[in-house]
């Protein structure tokens, strides 16, 4: 008893040290649980596997309601480490038809935790991705004999047509710059590359869903956090019903085979672009899949660069086909008047400057004048017109009101088509003269651009929006592609009438001049007994051989369809841009060719012109 | 029954209460819809553990606590021979062969040989001629706790093993010199220090290893703290404190400023002198005193260069691994390291007021190892947050606390003892098990007292409390026996 009083202090040992031990261990409860929140991050990327659903992409039709785009299934085949036993590498190998050195190389990358961060071995990851139906039918009906290999279905875009390329445009997956400028996309998601594919990427892709899973230690789902309270389905991308008629698009695209250049058809009424053809083209099937990328660098490549939208991105001189637009300008601004006349002798000829025309009646008034398409109207007329100090004070007042008028008709500018690169051309103002030629310049420093050569430049589309202008006899609707979107309204700027600064009596005197032309004059070759076509020739003039270039429209009284033709090198344009034009034409109203024109069509396709090898 | 603790047994049933709410949340396991009492899951097992827990503890209160002292010895010898054979019986778990399989049910003998134990050393200890100071006395008090101690360790039960240190808390407040417990202390300090730094090198001079150092310098600092508390002497300390201190300091200025060396050696030869100088005075005085501490700072020495060794040589790579990354040397987030890591992560997202009761998700997609067992304590964390931890190791706490109120008011030392017995080994759980959860102590495998699941350990817990509980209430009836 004397020991145990002796000692009996040590009690407040023993019951200070249990204190100290709880206060060190609350202390420390504190700094984890309430100091930081990087536990709490740590556990919520622990627990939760935020799984992406993919929304199917929205189809695209034709204008008729034939299918053009859609998604097929693909096949990625998944491999769980964990469960792969007793695999026969040799026969899994034959059946996937690769290598086992692809096969080793492939294990090794899943495993590398460097490459592939997420690495469990017991979560599927992804072994071989892509695959089609045919590549993965062997594989299928061996697969009970690997076991820890699944299938993943994905969609893969699919074109039912060879055609309309760079319109439709493609997929691919996204760069770092795509997830950099909108945090939608994760590595590995699909994007609209080119083309409808990627100007209406927003419409197409729809809105990926989300589901909340939760994973347990070993990388195993154990289902949605909450009960799913948190997911979200995906919806579905919206569907397009393009404005191309797809069988006048292969009729365009048959014509070009073998030429440079490109066909543009526009519906007047509409702004809706029947066909664009830009050739060379490529088929838009071998850019899906596994095997886009090598593609890809092949038309990438290609020399006569296949992958560049001629009809949007190609800037040409317009020729003869911009003498309408002169006309008009000349006769809103009272240069001239219908009847008026200048004398052509074989050209314009001022002083030692000579523009060169062909041999016709002289003088004549304008209607025969674009008909025959003469030089030395259009050169006389502009030379008035920027030597008319009365009206204009000074040549740059002159060049200023000219380029107005320009772009009123939708030169200079892009048009604003709902396609990705379309270029603006060259339509040049007083300032670049200014600084081109000094501050003493005048008509005749410029003449060339009366007649669609010198610093003019156009893209087929303006070309062909010219012809739609003048159809309608003195307004366009913006060009575009795409008529509908499933389930929302097309975009305003598609339904707006762009009046020229031309007034409508003065379109009709042009459109009469474009008539003369298809009865009697350079195109005659488009007349027909179906319906009045009006058309205008060019030839353009260019370093080598002349680039065949077509405007016109029909029917006269009530288009349907305006077309523009552009073969680089083509030589006259009658040689292929007035045919081709009619073909289109015929095509478009009467739904079909007839068989004298079925076969200049099929005489047109097998035609090549030789380009060299030089890059264009 | 008047007399029985109620209070303790109310902290009692307010931390099994607790301890069934976590194991439901440790073993839940999504869309399973919430059916607990199902005896296929552990929340339902555990019910069953609790509920026979509770008809043992009345049974134990019914008992009269004489017999506890008149069977003592043979319970522990019974115990002591269960042990032995354990291995035999058992089959193995992950390793373990302390398991013993009776019917559906595993018992683990270990968890009962405690209370054995606990009641057998209070018995010897309690006899009126007892005198831990005597050494064949205190010998066999230590053998008493070593055996069951070494029985354990070959069923390779290393954890449950340890807990018998618990009864050295108890020894010291039966007197034993508290020098024991500080140089087990300092021997832990020693180690964990020397290898914790062993490779980091003191204020940028390369030759010197701060883990040495520190050694040195606590094995000196202790030396002299064990001279001033020991001795008389007043002066000599002051002057061995000074000249060591002085050296120490200035090599470690010339080594800095003038030529870099390894001034552990300078060290060395002051502990080894005041070594010298101790048994000078042992012999001088006659005072075995002297020796005692001499032979203090002789073993740390030794320990130190043995630790090194051990760690250098003898231990194998993935032990030393282990070792290195319980010291936080290294970082192994998917091998030693993942279930403190993950455990701290389960903790720590748990916050202010935790998830809630079943929304933890570290511990219900099992990142948590051992989560329903011996990392019970990430639920609690989890789901129940700061405040629930709070609250769980307050109640410990008072639990222990009341624990010692109640020892102090035993009539006899055997019933004192009995009570330290059950606290100390109460404590060394809580301490153990919580620290591990929280990355303070090393991951030693031991249950936390009415949490962990399990039937074996709470009913070990159970009788270790209600025999204490039953002798508690009969010390009236004692003390009135004896006035009588």
Same mark, same amino acid.
């Given at each position: 008893?004397?020991?145990?009083?002796?000692?009996?202090?040590?009690?407040?040992? @023993?019951?200070?040290?249990?204190?100290?031990?709880?206060?060190?261990?609350?202390?420390?409860?504190?700094?984890?649980? #309430?100091?930081?929140?990087?536990?709490?991050?740590?556990?919520?990327?622990?627990?939760?596997?935020?799984?992406?659903?993919?929304?199917?992409?929205?189809?695209?039709?034709? +204008?008729?309601?034939?299918? @053009?785009?859609?998604?097929?299934?693909?096949?990625?085949?998944?491999?769980?480490?964990?469960?792969?036993?007793?695999?026969?590498?040799?026969?899994?190998?034959? %059946? #996937?038809?690769?290598?086992?050195?692809?096969?080793?190389?492939?294990?090794?990358?899943?495993?590398?935790?460097?490459?592939?961060?997420?690495?469990?071995?017991?979560?599927?990851? #992804?072994?071989?991705?892509?695959? %089609?139906?045919?590549?993965?039918?062997?594989?299928?009906?061996?697969?009970?004999?690997?076991?820890?290999?699944?299938?993943?279905?994905?969609?893969?875009?699919?074109?039912?047509?060879?055609?309309?390329?760079?319109?439709?445009?493609?997929?691919?997956?996204?760069?770092?710059?795509?997830?950099?400028? *909108?945090?939608?996309? &994760?590595?590995?998601?699909?994007? !609209?590359?080119?083309?409808?594919? +990627?100007?209406?990427?927003? &419409?197409?892709? !729809?809105?990926?869903?989300?589901?909340?899973?939760?994973?347990?230690?070993?990388?195993?789902?154990?289902?949605?956090?909450?009960?799913?309270?948190? *997911?979200?389905?995906?919806?579905?991308?919206?569907?397009?019903?393009?404005?191309?008629?797809?069988?006048?698009?292969?009729?365009?695209?048959?014509?070009?085979?073998?030429?440079?250049?490109?066909?543009?058809?526009?519906?007047?009424?509409?702004?809706?672009?029947?066909?664009?053809?830009?050739?060379?083209?490529?088929?838009?099937?071998?850019?899906?899949?596994?095997?886009?990328?090598?593609?890809? +660098?092949?038309?990438?490549?290609?020399?006569?660069?296949?992958?560049?939208?001629?009809?949007?991105?190609?800037?040409?001189?317009?020729?003869?086909?911009?003498?309408?637009?002169?006309?008009?300008?000349?006769?809103?601004?009272?240069?001239?008047?219908? &009847?008026?006349?200048?004398?052509?002798?074989?050209?314009?000829?001022?002083?030692?400057?000579?523009?060169?025309? =062909?041999? =016709?009646?002289?003088?004549?008034?304008?209607?025969?004048?674009?008909?025959?398409?003469?030089?030395?109207?259009?050169?006389? !007329?502009?030379?008035?017109?920027?030597?008319?100090?009365?009206?204009?004070?000074?040549?740059?007042?002159?060049?200023?009101?000219?380029?107005?008028?320009?772009?009123?008709?939708?030169? !200079?500018?892009?048009?604003?088509? *709902?396609?990705?690169?379309?270029?603006?051309? #060259?339509?040049?103002?007083? *300032?670049?003269?200014?600084?081109?030629?000094?501050? %003493?310049?005048?008509?005749?420093?410029?003449?060339?651009?009366?007649?669609?050569?010198?610093?003019?430049?156009?893209?087929?589309? &303006?070309?062909?929006?010219?012809?739609?202008?003048?159809?309608?006899?003195?307004?366009?609707?913006?060009? =575009?592609?795409?008529?509908?979107?499933?389930?929302?309204?097309?975009?305003?700027?598609?339904?707006?009438?762009?009046?020229?600064?031309?007034?409508?009596?003065?379109?009709?005197?042009?459109?009469?001049?474009?008539?003369?032309?298809?009865?009697?004059?350079?195109?005659?070759?488009?007349?027909?007994?179906?319906?009045?076509?009006?058309?205008?020739?060019?030839?353009?003039?260019?370093?080598?051989?002349?680039?065949?270039?077509?405007?016109?429209?029909?029917?006269?009284?009530?288009?349907?369809?305006?077309?523009?033709?552009?073969?680089?090198?083509?030589?006259?344009?009658?040689?292929?841009?007035?045919?081709?034009?009619?073909?289109?034409?015929?095509?478009?109203?009467?739904?079909?060719?007839?068989?004298?024109?079925?076969?200049?069509?099929?005489?047109?396709?097998?035609?090549?012109?030789?380009?060299? %090898?030089?890059?264009? | 029954?008047?007399?029985? /603790?109620?209070?303790?047994?109310?902290?009692?049933?307010?931390?099994?209460?607790?301890?069934?709410?976590?194991?439901?949340?440790?073993?839940?396991?999504?869309?399973?819809?919430?059916?607990?009492?199902?005896?296929?899951?552990?929340?339902?097992?555990?019910?069953?553990?609790?509920?026979?827990?509770?008809?043992?503890?009345?049974?134990?209160?019914?008992?009269?606590?004489?017999?506890? /002292?008149?069977?003592?010895?043979?319970?522990?010898?019974?115990?002591?021979?269960?042990?032995?054979?354990?291995?035999?019986?058992?089959?193995?778990?992950?390793?373990?062969?302390?398991?013993?399989?009776?019917?559906?049910?595993?018992?683990?003998?270990?968890?009962?040989?405690?209370?054995?134990?606990?009641?057998?050393?209070?018995?010897?200890?309690?006899?009126? /001629?007892?005198?831990?100071?005597?050494?064949?006395?205190?010998?066999?008090?230590?053998?008493?706790?070593?055996?069951?101690?070494?029985?354990?360790?070959?069923?390779?039960?290393?954890?449950?093993?340890?807990?018998?240190?618990?009864?050295?808390?108890?020894?010291?407040?039966?007197?034993?010199?508290?020098a024991i417990?500080f140089t087990g202390?300092s021997a832990v300090?020693f180690f964990?220090?020397?290898?914790?730094?062993?490779?980091?090198?003191?204020?940028?001079?390369?030759?010197?290893?701060?883990?040495?150092?520190?050694v040195?310098?606590l094995i000196?600092?202790f030396t002299?703290?064990l001279?001033?508390?020991?001795?008389?002497?007043?002066?000599?300390?002051?002057?061995?404190?000074?000249?060591?201190?002085?050296?120490?300091?200035?090599?470690?200025?010339?080594?800095?400023?003038?030529?870099?060396?390894?001034?552990?050696?300078?060290?060395?030869?002051?502990c080894?002198?005041?070594i010298?100088?101790l048994?000078?005075?042992?012999?001088?005085?006659?005072?075995?005193?002297?020796a005692y501490i001499a032979l203090f700072a002789i073993g740390a020495l030794t320990l130190h260069y043995s630790a090194?060794?051990?760690?250098?040589?003898?231990?194998?790579?993935?032990?030393?691994?282990?070792?290195?990354?319980?010291?936080?040397?290294?970082?192994?987030?998917?091998?030693?390291?993942?279930?403190?890591?993950?455990?701290?992560?389960?903790?720590?997202?748990?916050?202010?007021?935790?998830?809630?009761?079943?929304?933890?998700?570290?511990?219900?997609?099992?990142?948590?190892?051992?989560?329903?067992?011996?990392?019970?304590?990430?639920?609690?964390?989890?789901?129940?947050?700061?405040?629930?931890?709070?609250?769980?190791?307050?109640?410990?706490?008072?639990?222990?606390?009341?624990?010692?109120?109640?020892?102090?008011?035993?009539?006899?030392?055997?019933?004192?003892?009995?009570?330290?017995?059950?606290?100390?080994?109460?404590?060394?759980?809580?301490?153990?098990?919580?620290?591990?959860?929280?990355?303070?102590?090393?991951?030693?495998?031991?249950?936390?007292?009415?949490?962990?699941?399990?039937?074996?350990?709470?009913?070990?817990?159970?009788?270790?409390?209600?025999?204490?509980?039953?002798?508690?209430?009969?010390?009236?009836?004692?003390?009135?026996?004896?006035?009588?």
């Amino acid at each position: 008893m004397e020991n145990d009083r002796h000692f009996s202090n040590r009690k407040y040992v @023993l019951g200070i040290m249990a204190t100290l031990i709880v206060v060190v261990y609350l202390v420390r409860l504190f700094t984890l649980q #309430l100091m930081s929140d990087d536990f709490k991050r740590n556990a919520d990327s622990n627990a939760f596997l935020k799984r992406i659903q993919f929304p199917a992409r929205g189809a695209m039709r034709d +204008r008729t309601g034939k299918l @053009l785009v859609y998604n097929q299934p693909a096949y990625d085949i998944m491999v769980v480490m964990s469960e792969m036993q007793d695999v026969d590498t040799l026969d899994l190998c034959q %059946s #996937l038809g690769i290598t086992r050195e692809i096969f080793d190389r492939r294990m090794e990358e899943i495993r590398d935790r460097n490459r592939n961060p997420g690495y469990s071995s017991y979560t599927q990851q #992804l072994f071989m991705n892509q695959l %089609s139906a045919e590549e993965f039918s062997t594989f299928q009906e061996k697969l009970f004999r690997f076991p820890g290999f699944y299938i993943q279905k994905r969609t893969i875009r699919q074109y039912v047509y060879p055609n309309a390329a760079h319109i439709l445009g493609d997929v691919g997956e996204v760069s770092p710059a795509d997830i950099e400028a *909108d945090d939608y996309y &994760q590595s590995g998601d699909y994007i !609209g590359k080119l083309g409808v594919e +990627r100007s209406y990427e927003r &419409q197409l892709r !729809g809105e990926k869903g989300v589901e909340i899973l939760l994973r347990d230690a070993r990388g195993r789902i154990k289902g949605n956090y909450q009960h799913g309270k948190f *997911d979200r389905s995906p919806i579905p991308g919206k569907n397009l019903t393009l404005s191309i008629d797809i069988e006048l698009q292969q009729l365009g695209e048959r014509l070009m085979q073998g030429k440079l250049g490109s066909i543009v058809a526009i519906e007047p009424a509409t702004g809706e672009v029947l066909c664009m053809v830009s050739s060379p083209t490529y088929d838009p099937r071998i850019m899906v899949g596994r095997q886009r990328g090598r593609n890809n +660098r092949i038309l990438t490549a290609d020399p006569m660069k296949p992958l560049l939208n001629r009809a949007i991105m190609g800037q040409y001189p317009p020729g003869s086909t911009f003498k309408t637009s002169q006309a008009l300008t000349f006769l809103e601004e009272g240069i001239i008047t219908p &009847q008026t006349t200048y004398p052509c002798s074989h050209g314009f000829h001022f002083g030692r400057l000579t523009v060169g025309c =062909h041999g =016709h009646a002289s003088p004549i008034p304008l209607v025969p004048t674009i008909a025959t398409s003469c030089n030395g109207y259009f050169c006389w !007329g502009l030379y008035y017109m920027l030597g008319n100090r009365k009206k204009y004070p000074t040549v740059q007042d002159a060049m200023t009101t000219w380029k107005d008028y320009m772009v009123s008709m939708g030169f !200079g500018y892009p048009l604003g088509i *709902d396609l990705p690169g379309e270029k603006r051309g #060259l339509i040049p103002n007083a *300032d670049f003269y200014d600084k081109h030629l000094g501050k %003493s310049w005048n008509g005749l420093s410029v003449i060339s651009i009366a007649i669609g050569q010198g610093e003019v430049n156009l893209t087929p589309l &303006q070309i062909a929006n010219l012809g739609a202008t003048i159809a309608n006899r003195g307004y366009y609707i913006t060009p =575009h592609v795409v008529k509908e979107v499933q389930g929302e309204p097309l975009d305003s700027i598609y339904k707006i009438r762009h009046y020229t600064k031309v007034s409508k009596p003065n379109y009709e005197v042009v459109v009469a001049g474009m008539r003369q032309a298809v009865i009697g004059g350079t195109c005659h070759a488009a007349n027909n007994s179906w319906y009045e076509v009006c058309g205008k020739t060019g030839t353009a003039q260019n370093r080598g051989h002349d680039h065949s270039v077509f405007m016109g429209f029909a029917p006269k009284d009530d288009p349907k369809i305006a077309v523009a033709v552009y073969v680089e090198n083509g030589g006259w344009g009658a040689t292929y841009g007035v045919p081709f034009g009619a073909l289109i034409m015929e095509k478009y109203i009467n739904g079909e060719l007839s068989p004298a024109s079925e076969e200049k069509a099929e005489a047109f396709a097998n035609r090549t012109i030789n380009y060299g %090898s030089t890059e264009r | 029954m008047a007399s029985l /603790d109620w209070v303790t047994i109310v902290i009692y049933i307010a931390l099994l209460a607790l301890g069934w709410m976590s194991v439901c949340g440790a073993t839940y396991d999504f869309g399973q819809e919430g059916n607990f009492f199902d005896l296929s899951t552990r929340s339902g097992m555990q019910i069953v553990w609790i509920v026979s827990s509770f008809l043992l503890a009345s049974v134990l209160l019914g008992i009269d606590e004489r017999y506890y /002292d008149t069977f003592a010895y043979v319970l522990y010898l019974g115990f002591m021979v269960l042990l032995l054979v354990t291995p035999f019986l058992a089959h193995d778990i992950k390793g373990s062969m302390s398991w013993i399989k009776i019917g559906k049910f595993s018992l683990q003998p270990a968890e009962f040989a405690k209370f054995a134990t606990a009641l057998c050393v209070a018995k010897y200890m309690g006899t009126n /001629d007892f005198d831990i100071s005597k050494r064949l006395h205190f010998l066999v008090t230590c053998v008493l706790v070593l055996l069951p101690m070494g029985l354990i360790i070959m069923q390779k039960e290393t954890g449950s093993a340890l807990v018998y240190f618990a009864f050295f808390l108890m020894f010291y407040r039966e007197g034993m010199p508290g020098a024991i417990l500080f140089t087990g202390f300092s021997a832990v300090v020693f180690f964990i220090v020397g290898v914790r730094f062993s490779e980091t090198s003191l204020w940028g001079i390369q030759a010197i290893s701060l883990g040495r150092f520190l050694v040195f310098l606590l094995i000196w600092l202790f030396t002299v703290g064990l001279m001033r508390v020991y001795s008389n002497l007043f002066a000599p300390v002051l002057r061995v404190f000074a000249y060591g201190g002085g050296l120490t300091l200035a090599a470690l200025f010339f080594s800095k400023f003038v030529i870099p060396f390894d001034i552990t050696w300078v060290q060395l030869g002051v502990c080894v002198g005041l070594i010298v100088y101790l048994l000078f005075l042992a012999v001088k005085h006659h005072v075995a005193r002297y020796a005692y501490i001499a032979l203090f700072a002789i073993g740390a020495l030794t320990l130190h260069y043995s630790a090194d060794h051990l760690l250098n040589h003898t231990l194998q790579a993935h032990q030393r691994t282990r070792i290195r990354v319980l010291l936080g040397m290294e970082d192994d987030p998917r091998g030693v390291g993942y279930n403190v890591i993950q455990a701290k992560i389960a903790i720590g997202s748990g916050g202010l007021r935790g998830k809630g009761f079943l929304n933890g998700t570290q511990t219900k997609l099992k990142y948590v190892p051992e989560q329903e067992t011996d990392f019970i304590f990430c639920t609690v964390g989890e789901e129940e947050g700061f405040l629930g931890c709070a609250v769980v190791l307050l109640l410990f706490l008072f639990l222990i606390l009341r624990l010692i109120h109640l020892a102090e008011r035993q009539p006899y030392a055997s019933g004192r003892i009995y009570g330290y017995c059950v606290l100390s080994i109460f404590l060394f759980h809580v301490f153990i098990n919580v620290g591990m959860v929280l990355g303070l102590t090393p991951v030693i495998g031991i249950p936390l007292p009415f949490f962990s699941y399990g039937g074996s350990s709470l009913w070990g817990f159970t009788i270790l409390l209600f025999i204490f509980l039953r002798m508690d209430a009969g010390r009236n009836r004692f003390v009135n026996n004896r006035a009588n």
